[in-house]
């Protein structure tokens, strides 16, 4: 009996903290108004501690990778190197110290450069490898598209075509915007939908 009134108790809860932080917004009484921030900041301090359990699952994983050893140790070895390098240049300079803004500058930043070039470059050498195993229209267009990128991009002496640079000004302001809008509404219809099966207790995620 127990057990059969447990999962009832939680669909009630969560659909009774979905409907007070939805009125929240739209109804302003001060009642409602405290316990929609107190559930807030519920929920921020939860996600906290997830992120928090996240990083020591992650760190307890790749030390196991250098303590047992297995393939792939040394990077598992130079991830927690650096990880409490950072954690305590950040701890003792703070987030915006010299010695953080270096490591970002000097370090994140040219890291994630490289690994964004090396994702172009992989990307371009995937699209020729379709083009000759299943060329059509799509792929063509698409592969032309990416060289055109790449190159109006790149910065070459003596090489500046003012039709190239119009045209991927173009293609960057209009045909991508439009469907990086198209997607930011898809995901957001998609949290929607999920919101309301979980509010109307379709989906049930915390009784897994």
């Known amino acids: 009996m127990t057990q059969r009134r447990f999962p009832i108790f939680l669909l009630i809860l969560a659909v009774a903290g979905g409907v007070i932080v939805l009125l929240g917004y739209w109804v302003d009484l001060p009642a409602l108004t405290a316990v929609r921030s107190v559930l807030l900041r519920w929920a921020a301090t939860l996600t906290g501690v997830a992120v928090l359990v996240g990083i020591l699952n992650l760190l307890h994983v790749h030390w196991l990778k250098v303590a ?3 393939e ?5 070895l130079v991830m927690l190197i650096a990880f409490v390098i950072t954690f305590l240049v950040v701890a003792v300079d ?11 500058r000097y370090i994140q930043l040219p890291v994630e450069t490289s690994l964004l ?7 371009v050498v995937a699209v020729a490898r ?3 195993r299943r060329p059509d229209s799509f792929t063509l267009l698409f592969l032309g598209t990416a060289i055109l990128l790449m190159v109006a991009a790149t910065y070459l002496p003596g090489f500046d075509i003012p039709v190239v640079r119009s045209l991927r000004n173009w ?11 198209g997607l ?6 998609g949290v929607v939908a999920t919101g309301l099966r979980i509010l109307f207790g379709a989906d049930r ?4």
């Open 171 to 181: 293609i960057v302001q209009v045909p991508v915007v439009a469907g990086a809008r």
């Open 130 to 132: 379709l083009v000759v």
């Open 184 to 189: 930011l509404l898809g995901i957001g219809l």
């Open 94 to 104: 703070t987030p915006t110290g010299s010695w953080s803004l270096w490591i970002f």
């Open 68 to 70: 047992q050893p297995r």
């Open 72 to 76: 792939g140790g040394v990077y598992s």
């Open 205 to 208: 995620p915390y009784e897994r």
């Open 117 to 123: 070039a090396i994702l172009a470059v992989l990307l």
